[in-house]
């Protein structure tokens, strides 16, 4: 008797034994839909730095089209729509005439337009605990970027005519009067012109960064970046897909030899150290999560180019995506791919129009 039990036990031992190891590999697959419930929460308070010539005009639209579909409210300008209507600037003399108002008992939700860094007048702004995000860009691209969308590049690709290496005037003197390295990353986030090359300030600045902000994207892992701050925010896939945008065609016509790209860091001190910095976290944060998060980008790559494709031959039907163990089902139809593909300006006016109607209406 005590024998046939014995063997039974160990039967069923085997048995349990042979089931966790057959389906082990399942669970670890299906990981991700796991993750995804234990969101507690979804965030609706973003504070967005938007860092000039880094990809934030596609996170702003990502941002600002979150909002409609969820009846947030966005701080925006209180400007005519001329001039630089879309750009709050400096927060350092921060008016709040300066900005639409919202109807009594309403609270503001997003900040996604242009502005310099300052973490006490965002809080005020998004009272209810924002999540702050930046991005930043390898300055070396960055710089050249803003070059040509100011205007300074085509006049230098003119004057060396057939020579591509347009950048070898600079020496790497780190006291350069060049206007793109001076208004680089470090000015949009709260860095005085004056302190740029200096290593205490620049050392201050990048600890500070990393306490304040909750993340920083990184441009050239733009798609391993969105994927992270969906997790972060509890959002869904549908709420963090894009257009690309913004590319300026022109910009192809230079090249950089290693010792000037080099002479472009040397003058950028302080943006080069913000760039380490958060790349390398950011490196750590995928790697700490392994092969799912791999698996989740690539589906997410997958899912832009088939988004991407239905916005571009602009038939008048719906897209459905069916559910994966990385995406839930959603729908996709050309109003979304016109909100996708609509520039900076367009849609801030849409919103200031929007934010102007819920005021006046609730008025009177």
């Keep these: 008797m005590v024998l046939s039990r014995l063997r039974k036990i160990i039967f069923l031992g085997f048995i349990l034994g042979f089931t966790v190891c057959y389906y082990l590999p399942y669970f670890k697959k299906t990981k991700p839909i796991g993750r995804l419930t234990v969101c507690r929460k979804k965030i609706n308070d973003i504070a967005f ?65 242009d502005t310099i860094y300052d973490n006490i007048i965002y809080r005020k702004l998004i009272p209810n605990n924002p999540f702050i995000l930046g991005i930043v860009r390898d300055p070396v691209e960055r710089y050249i ?27 790497g003197e780190s006291e350069t009067d060049e206007v793109s390295a001076i208004r680089g990353m470090a000015y949009d986030f709260g860095l005085p012109v004056v302190q740029r ?30 994927v992270l701050l969906k997790r972060k925010l509890c959002w869904k896939t549908r709420d963090v897909l894009y257009i690309k945008r913004n590319q300026n065609p022109q910009k192809k016509q230079y090249a950089l030899s290693p010792e000037h790209r080099q002479n472009l860091r040397n003058i950028q001190k302080a943006d080069v150290n913000i760039y380490e910095h958060f790349k390398r976290k950011l490196f750590k944060e995928i790697t700490s999560l392994g ?3 791999l698996d989740e980008i690539h589906n997410f790559k997958n899912l832009l180019r088939i988004i991407g494709d239905f916005c571009a031959v602009k038939k008048p039907f719906k897209l459905t995506i069916t559910a994966t ?3 839930e089902a959603f729908d996709i139809d050309q109003s979304e791919c016109a909100l996708m593909l609509l520039n900076e300006f367009e849609l801030v006016k849409k919103l200031q129009d929007r934010q102007r109607q819920i005021f006046q209406g609730n008025k009177s």
């Excluded at 860092?51 to 400007?79: A, E, W």
């Excluded at 209507?85 to 997003?110: A, E, H, M, T």
């Excluded at 990048?206 to 391993?224: G, L, Q």
């Design 49 to 113: 730095l938007k860092v000039h010539k880094c990809g934030s005009t596609t996170v702003s639209n990502i941002i600002q089209r979150f909002g409609m579909r969820n009846d947030l409210n966005f701080v925006l300008p209180d400007k005519p729509h001329e001039g630089q209507f879309w750009v709050l600037g400096s927060l350092d003399n921060f008016d709040w005439q300066s900005i639409i108002p919202l109807p009594k008992g309403r609270v503001y939700n997003i900040l996604s337009v």
């Design 145 to 171: 970027s803003m070059d040509f969308y100011e205007g300074r590049g085509i006049p230098l690709v003119e004057k060396y005519k057939g020579d591509p290496y347009i950048y070898a005037h600079i020496k």
């Design 291 to 293: 092969t799912d998060e």
């Design 325 to 327: 163990a990385w995406n």
């Design 197 to 226: 090359n200096v290593e205490a300030s620049i050392r201050s600045l990048v600890e500070r960064i990393d306490v304040e902000f909750h993340f920083v994207m990184v441009m050239e892992y733009f798609d391993e970046s969105l």
